[in-house]
C-alpha cells in the first residue's frame, strides 16, 4: 500500500503510478455501480428527496411527473428509457405511435390510423377518460404497462383526427395534466385535445390584415316572446352604397359564429378567392338556448315573422325565400331545419352543423319526410362528426338525396365542438349559397 501522500513526495517516477486508481479501475468501478443499480431498479446516486418529487411524483403542490421504462414497442417513439430528469419534466401526453401488435390492443390500418397513448401519473383509486370518441361518457382506462405508478393506454384514431377529451381521476372531471393543449369550445367548459399527424385545420378563418370586422345591434320588440331582443348584423360594407341586393344568412348561436367558428372572416376569406358572393349575416342568440332550440314553434315564429321581416325593412336585400338561408349547430341546427320547414314561403337554403336529429324520437326528421322535391325546392347542407356518431345524419342526407332534393353533405373524423363547425364552415357557404 502507498503512504496517503507519497503523490505529493518526490520520489514519483515518470511513467509509473502515482499510488491512485487507474483508469482501468474507475471504469470497472462503473460497471459495478451499474450493475448495482439495476438490481435496485434505480439509480442510488440520486437523493431520495429528487427521486420522490421527480420519478415518483410526491409533490405537496400536487402536480406530478411521469417516468417509463423500457416498454416494449415505444422504444422508438417515446423518450423513456433510461429517462434524464429533462425527459422526465418534458413528457407529454397523449404520445402518438405508429399502429403496433406490441402494444397489446387491436390492430389497425396504419395506412389511415394511429394510436394516441394516454399517460397518467399519481395517485388514484379510478381512472377514466370522457371524450368526443366516447359521447362524454366516462370510459375506464386500460392499463398496458405501469411503472412508478404510470398509466398508459393506447387508443386508435384515423390520422385526420381532431379530438377532445378530460380525465376523470376518482370521479372528479379534470383536464389532463400532462397535455399542455387546452381549450374552451363552448361546449363542456375547458377541455384538453390533440391532433393527429393528417389534420389540417381551415384555412379560411385567417383575420384579414387591417380589417377588424364589427356587428351593428338591431332590436326588435317581440310580440313571441314579450320582449326586446338584440340582434346583430354584418352587411358587406358596400352595401349601403350600391343598388345590388344581397342574400343573408340567418346564424343561430350568433355570438359563437362570430367570435369562436369566425364566420365573417370565413366568408370575407371566400368571396376574396372567388368561391361565393357576398351576403349580409344576421348573428341571433337565444334566451333559453334549450328551450328555444328545442324545435320550438315560438322560436321560429320569432325568427320567420319578426327578425326577417326587421332586416328587409333596414338593409337592401333579395326579399325572396331564394335570397335566404339559415343555419346552425347541434341543436341550432334542428331548429334551423324546423323553421324553415315550418315557414316554407320564407327560407329555401338549410343548413345544420352536428344537428340534434334525434330529439324527441326524430320529431323533425319526420317534418322533413313529409317534403315534396316537386312542390317545394330546397338546398340542404348537412355536416357531422364521426367521433360523436354519424348514423342519423347519414340516414337524414340519404333520404333527401332520394326525394331529389340538393343535398351536400360533409363528414370531419372530429368531435362536437366549435372548432370542428369552424372547420366545415366554409363547405356550408359554398354549400348553400351555390
Known amino acids: 500500500m502507498p503512504k496517503a501522500d507519497s503523490q505529493f513526495s518526490p520520489n514519483l517516477k515518470f511513467g509509473e503510478g502515482t499510488g491512485s486508481a487507474t483508469p482501468l479501475a474507475w471504469s470497472m468501478a462503473q460497471f459495478i455501480r451499474l450493475a448495482v443499480n439495476l438490481q435496485a431498479g434505480r439509480n442510488l446516486d440520486t437523493p431520495k428527496v429528487v427521486y420522490e418529487r421527480y420519478v415518483l411524483g410526491k409533490k405537496d403542490d400536487g402536480n406530478i411527473a411521469a417516468t417509463f421504462s423500457n416498454v416494449e414497442g415505444l422504444e422508438q417513439n417515446l423518450p423513456l428509457q433510461n429517462p434524464t430528469l429533462s425527459t422526465i419534466l418534458n413528457l407529454q401526453s397523449p404520445q402518438i405511435v405508429d399502429c403496433q401488435k406490441k402494444l397489446g390492443i387491436k390492430s389497425c390500418d396504419s395506412s389511415k390510423q394511429m394510436h394516441a397513448c394516454i399517460l397518467y401519473s399519481g395517485e388514484f383509486k379510478t381512472l377514466e377518460i370522457a371524450g368526443d370518441f366516447t359521447e362524454w361518457k366516462p370510459q375506464k382506462l386500460n392499463i398496458k404497462k405501469s411503472h412508478n405508478k404510470t398509466i398508459i393506454d393506447c387508443l386508435t384514431f384515423a390520422k385526420v383526427a381532431r379530438v377532445e377529451y ?55 320588440k317581440s310580440k313571441v316572446f314579450g320582449q326586446t331582443r338584440k340582434i346583430q348584423i354584418y352587411a358587406p360594407t358596400h352595401s349601403a352604397t350600391e ?9 343561430q348561436d350568433g355570438s359563437d359564429y362570430f367570435k369562436r367558428a369566425k364566420a365573417v372572416q370565413t366568408a370575407l376569406n371566400l368571396e376574396k378567392a372567388g368561391k361565393i358572393k357576398p351576403f349580409i349575416m344576421v348573428f341571433v342568440d337565444y334566451k333559453d338556448r334549450t328551450k328555444e332550440y328545442w324545435a320550438n314553434d315560438d322560436y321560429a315564429k320569432f325568427l320567420a315573422t319578426e327578425v ?81 356518431g354519424v348514423e342519423d345524419t347519414r340516414r337524414v342526407n340519404e333520404m333527401l338525396r332520394g326525394k331529389g332534393f340538393d343535398v351536400t353533405y360533409v363528414e370531419g373524423e372530429s368531435g362536437h365542438n366549435w372548432t370542428s363547425w369552424r372547420d366545415r364552415l366554409a363547405d356550408a357557404f359554398i354549400a348553400l349559397w351555390k
Do not use: C
Open 166 to 220: 378530460k380525465l376523470i381521476v376518482d370521479g372528479k372531471w379534470i383536464i389532463d395534466p400532462l397535455n399542455p393543449n387546452k381549450i374552451d369550445n363552448g361546449v363542456g367548459g375547458e377541455n384538453s385535445f390533440f391532433a393527429m399527424p393528417d389534420y389540417k385545420p381551415t384555412i379560411w378563418d385567417k383575420e384579414i390584415k387591417g380589417f377588424d370586422p364589427t356587428l351593428e345591434t338591431i332590436e326588435i
Open 243 to 251: 343598388a345590388i341586393a344581397l342574400p343573408v344568412l340567418y346564424l
Open 308 to 388: 326577417v321581416p326587421a332586416i328587409d325593412a333596414k338593409y337592401n336585400t333579395i326579399k325572396t325565400r331564394d335570397g335566404r338561408a339559415i343555419l346552425g349547430a347541434s341543436l341550432g341546427g334542428i331548429t334551423s331545419v324546423h323553421t324553415a320547414v315550418k315557414y316554407l314561403e320564407i327560407f329555401s337554403r338549410i343548413g345544420g352543423q352536428s344537428s340534434s336529429f334525434w330529439i324527441d324520437n326524430g320529431r323533425v326528421v319526420k317534418e322533413l319526410e313529409k317534403l315534396d322535391a316537386g312542390k317545394t325546392k330546397f338546398k340542404f347542407y348537412f355536416d357531422d362528426g364521426t367521433l360523436e
